[in-house]
């Protein structure tokens, strides 16, 4: 009774969705069970539409200063790209390689080093990467490392924006990113959470990053790199300047 009651306050006035089902099931017997129970399942009758947004981001570059608990450089990076299992992946190596020459500009000056990527579908399909740098106590470090301000490498890493397709990727650190994605892929794939967001994305939004992955990873060359940095380099960039 508990049980019926919480799914008909949850699930009772959906307008619409899309029923995913997990495990280990018949599929004969779950075929007849729900044309048994499908007109059990009470709609509004209506069919709510996605918003439509007619912003069009413009390319350039914007700066924001602001006051926050740490003294911090981040930067963001957007720009429109057509999401396909290839690129969705390549986005995920071109995060990887703008954090090694990121992580290359900061050594020996005690900071952290952050770099994270989305791939958003709405309001329209874009690759956005978002680079972070954060004071560090030189506690721990290599000896000789001495503490600098996130703000005083802000130079060379602008240097290095301005020129994002002359970031050097050699066949051996390509090799290993692959590598390092696919093992990551293949260590979710353990948790149900992990093919909760798989059915969802491929039959709510009609993407499907996850079939074959391998070898839509494997298909990936320096060239698709080099592109996607070059689209990267064109597109939208702000810097937040962060002080305490």
Not at 21 to 29: N, V, Y
Not at 59 to 72: A, P
Not at 79 to 100: F, H, K, M
Not at 215 to 231: H, N, V
Request: a neutral charge; hydrophobic letters at 35%; charged letters at 30%.
């Amino acid at each position: 009774a508990k049980g019926e009651a919480l799914f008909d306050r949850i699930a009772g006035c959906a307008d619409s969705g899309i029923l995913v089902l997990i495990g280990d099931i018949d599929e004969k017997s779950l075929k007849k069970a729900l044309v048994t129970y499908a007109v059990d399942f009470k709609t509004l009758g209506r069919r709510p539409s996605r918003p439509v947004s007619s912003y069009q981001p413009l390319s350039g570059t914007v700066e924001l200063y602001r006051k926050g608990k740490e003294n911090s450089v981040d930067i963001v990076l957007s720009a429109p790209v057509l999401l396909t299992g290839e690129s969705y992946y390549t986005a995920e190596i071109t995060a990887l390689c703008l954090r090694r020459a990121l992580s290359q500009i900061v050594t020996g000056r005690g900071m952290h080093v952050r770099v994270r990527h989305n791939c958003n579908l709405h309001p329209h399909e874009r690759v956005s990467i978002m680079l972070s740098l954060r004071e560090a106590s030189v506690d721990g470090f290599a000896t000789g490392t001495s503490h600098h301000e996130p703000e005083e490498a802000l130079v060379e890493v602008r240097e290095l924006l301005r020129n994002l397709e002359s970031v050097e990727l050699t066949d051996a650190e390509l090799a290993s990113y692959k590598a390092l994605i696919k093992q990551k892929i293949k260590r979710e794939q353990n948790n149900p959470g992990f093919w909760y967001e798989v059915l969802a994305m491929r039959y709510v939004e009609g993407k499907d990053y996850y079939s074959s992955f391998e070898s839509k990873i494997d298909a990936i060359t320096k060239e698709d790199i080099m592109d996607m940095l070059g689209l990267l380099s064109k597109g939208s960039r702000v810097e937040y300047l962060i002080e305490r």
